[in-house]
């Protein structure tokens, strides 16, 4: 069965630190996507990233970096320099690479960037 | 390009009493999505369209729930009756490729 596990349910920090969360992952599917969504407080889930499991390079876009690793099941996510705009429930997810695939939501982490 | 749509946003409604949701999806998009979220959770999928086919629906309870695509564009999700545990938020969304879903804002469900 496939399960995504995102540990920290809530994280604080202050404006301008750098914050890493994280994601573990399982599935028993050789090839799959990973994801993630952004939730602020308006409630709209905000589509981030997609990664395929057959590409294991980081991605950086601007401030957010993403860091996938499949020896250890886990796709992380940093923010540097995060700023108080930043604070929302973020969410890892998985499909199975097949066309329309659901997604598997982890928890989420509330992270609140204080200023 | 215009978003999902949904409406309502938000329903209170008592127990025992129907409720029916309204989502249109990106134009072109035919793989449309209706998920559940409940407070603190992820979203958990309720059923998945093929244009007008329901192709995944494992997850809806089917005693309570129904829904339809007409016409593969538009979906209706319905609830009748609900029941307390039902409130949520129910959030529809479309596939563009690979999996990459964009969601609506949902509509927040109070049954009291």
């Known amino acids: 069965a496939q399960k995504v596990t995102q540990a920290q349910t809530e994280i604080s920090v202050v404006e301008k630190e750098d914050v890493t969360l994280d994601c573990v992952y399982e599935t028993r599917d050789t090839t799959y996507y990973l994801f993630w969504y952004k939730q602020p407080p308006s409630g709209e889930l905000v589509f981030l990233i997609r990664?395929?499991?057959?590409?294991?390079q980081n991605e950086i876009s601007g401030r957010y970096s993403w860091n996938f690793q499949k020896s250890t099941s886990s796709f992380n996510f940093t923010i540097t320099a995060s700023q108080v705009v930043d604070s929302a429930v973020y969410f890892c997810a998985l499909s199975e690479a097949g066309w329309g695939g659901k997604l598997i939501f982890g928890q989420g982490t509330e992270l609140s960037v204080k200023p | 390009e215009a978003g999902v749509v949904q409406s309502p946003r938000y329903k209170i409604i008592e127990k025992k009493q129907p409720v029916a949701f309204w989502c249109n999806p990106i134009?072109?998009?035919?793989?449309l999505y209706w998920y559940r979220q409940n407070l603190g959770q992820g979203p958990e999928l309720l059923i998945r369209y093929e244009n007008e086919e329901a192709v995944d629906d494992s997850q809806l309870p089917k005693d309570r729930f129904s829904a339809e695509r007409l016409k593969g564009v538009d979906s209706t999700l319905k609830i009748q009756p609900a029941e307390l545990g039902d409130s949520a938020v129910y959030l529809c969304a479309s596939n563009r490729e690979y999996n990459e879903q964009f969601f609506g804002p949902g509509t927040r469900l109070t049954v009291l």
């Open positions: 990664r395929n499991s057959f590409d294991e």
């Open positions: 134009s072109g998009h035919n793989t």
